[in-house]
């Protein structure tokens, strides 16, 4: 069954620290991975996608990278920042001759405190 | 930021009144979507259209309706509303072009009395 795992479900970093978060699949076929901010009371916002043959690519204080091997993607976020509180949401495009399907993980809540 | 917008943006309404969420999106995409999120959960599909007069249901089981005629508006119904429909709803557009990415409306959030 393809899955999108997110881990951790929450956390909690002070201003200016740097953070992690973690999603793996299980999606086939792979077509490609992005990362969504999502703040409270709006909609999600697409921040980098990452395709098969991308490993890491970078939006300003935010760096995605993906290993396609163990099928596993990470976002880091440099120097984090009060406006860095919000879900943050993995999806995972799963393309076949069936058309293309949008796998969501279940995203991680993060929260910059001062 | 993306030109989709979605009204109400909250709606408390009784059981079995009939109700229709808004979405309309000025990008001229053929692509839209509605997603159900419910708090710690992922979205879930419950209808796309890829354009004028196309609906399809998604994934999630729901018995909400869609209409698409025309490009700009894809309007969500349901006939009598339920404590169970008590949820977020996500409006979405995106380019018919391979790994566009999706452009969501801030949402609906119902509540069903």
């Known amino acids: 069954k393809n899955q999108v795992e997110q881990s951790p479900q929450s956390l909690i970093i002070l201003e200016g620290k740097n953070c992690t978060l973690q999603?793996?699949?299980?999606?086939?076929?792979?077509?490609?991975l992005r990362w969504y901010k999502q703040d409270t009371g709006r909609g999600p916002v697409s921040l980098t996608i990452?395709?098969?043959?991308?490993n890491t690519k970078s939006n300003g204080r935010y760096t995605a990278t993906l290993d396609a091997d163990t099928k596993q993607s990470s976002l880091h976020i440099t120097a984090s920042q009060l406006s860095d509180s919000a879900s943050y949401i993995c999806?995972?495009?799963?393309?076949?001759?069936?058309?293309?399907?949008?796998?969501f993980g279940k995203g991680t809540t993060l929260s910059v405190s001062s | 930021e993306a030109d989709i917008y979605q009204t109400p943006r909250y709606l408390v309404i009784g059981t079995g009144k009939k109700i229709t969420l808004e979405c309309s999106q000025t990008m001229g995409h053929d692509k839209m979507y509605w997603y159900q999120q419910d708090p710690g959960m992922e979205l879930h599909l419950i209808h796309y259209s890829y354009g004028v007069n196309s609906t399809e249901k998604g994934d999630l089981s729901s018995e909400s309706t869609v209409s698409r005629i025309r490009t700009e508006h894809f309007p969500l119904t349901l006939e009598s509303a339920r404590p169970s429909h008590t949820s977020q709803y996500l409006c979405?557009?995106?380019?018919?072009?391979?790994?566009?990415?999706?452009?969501f409306g801030n949402g609906t959030r119902l509540t069903v009395t």
């Open positions: 979405a557009s995106r380019r018919d072009s391979y790994n566009s990415p999706l452009h």
């Open positions: 990452m395709t098969f043959s991308e």
């Open positions: 999603c793996n699949y299980t999606v086939s076929p792979f077509s490609n």
């Open positions: 999806v995972v495009s799963e393309s076949s001759q069936a058309g293309t399907a949008l796998i």
